[in-house]
């Protein structure tokens, strides 16, 4: 016990002052110091400033301000609405259709063709025509225009009309005369049954070639 006591008496420090000045702060084992290289630093560019907005006008409550009036369309049932008067219209007049006797579904009826139909029928009247304007013509007409040996050729056409009647009757060749003749043999073609377009009455065209020989006398 003595010994042990005695033991901690000798342990026993006070602490003396230090002098900082001293101290070698540096020693065998001093830690390198680390070099920093500062670049130049650029500082980042202030924000940007917003415009302060224009002055807004402020209208003072007293100021009357125009507002555009959007007119209703809707009528008060006491409104009285007024009569329109009535608008003249123009009839269009209706084109008349014209088939050429080639192209048309029921073919013009000659006399003494009836109760024939399709090429039959226009079969007929052709033959009919032409055997009465050869019947017809005067072919001394050719003779006296000193046209003797020659062939001779007009060119005709006509429309039979809805009513079946010959009409619009056009007649070519080098010899007004003979144009002359030819209108006249045409315009005594007997009136026909008309012919019909999708069961209508229509105008149909014909063209006939009066072609002949003179002989020589």
């Given at each position: 016990?003595?010994?042990?006591?005695?033991?901690?008496?000798?342990?026993?420090?006070?602490e003396k002052a230090i002098d900082i000045d001293k101290l070698n702060l540096k020693g065998e084992d001093e830690e390198e110091t680390l070099e920093v290289?500062?670049?130049?630093?650029?500082?980042?560019?202030?924000?940007?400033?917003?415009a302060p907005p224009e002055e807004i006008e402020v209208v003072e409550d007293e100021e009357d301000v125009k507002e555009d009036i959007v007119a209703s369309t809707e009528t008060d049932d006491e409104e009285e609405i007024e009569?329109?008067?009535d608008i003249d219209t123009e009839e269009v007049e209706e084109i008349e259709e014209e088939v050429a006797f080639q192209f048309i579904q029921n073919p013009p009826i000659y006399p003494g063709c009836e109760g024939k139909k399709?090429?039959?029928?226009?079969?007929?009247?052709?033959?009919k025509i032409r055997k009465f304007v050869a019947k017809t013509f005067n072919t001394g007409i050719a003779s006296d225009l000193g046209l003797s040996g020659e062939r001779v050729k007009i060119l005709t056409q006509f429309t039979i009309d809805k009513n079946g009647k010959v009409t619009n009757i056009k007649a070519r060749s080098k010899y007004k005369d003979l144009e002359k003749e030819a209108r006249r043999v045409i315009s005594r073609l007997?009136?026909?049954?008309?012919?019909?377009q999708r069961n209508r009455p229509v105008k149909v065209t014909y063209t006939l070639p009066i072609i002949f020989k003179v002989e020589d006398e």
């Open positions: 016990m003595l010994f042990l006591s005695w033991r901690l008496i000798e342990l026993k420090t006070y290289n500062v670049e130049d630093f650029t500082p980042p560019p202030p924000p940007k400033q917003v009569e329109v008067e399709g090429k039959a029928l226009k079969d007929c009247m052709n033959t007997p009136k026909m049954k008309p012919g019909q």
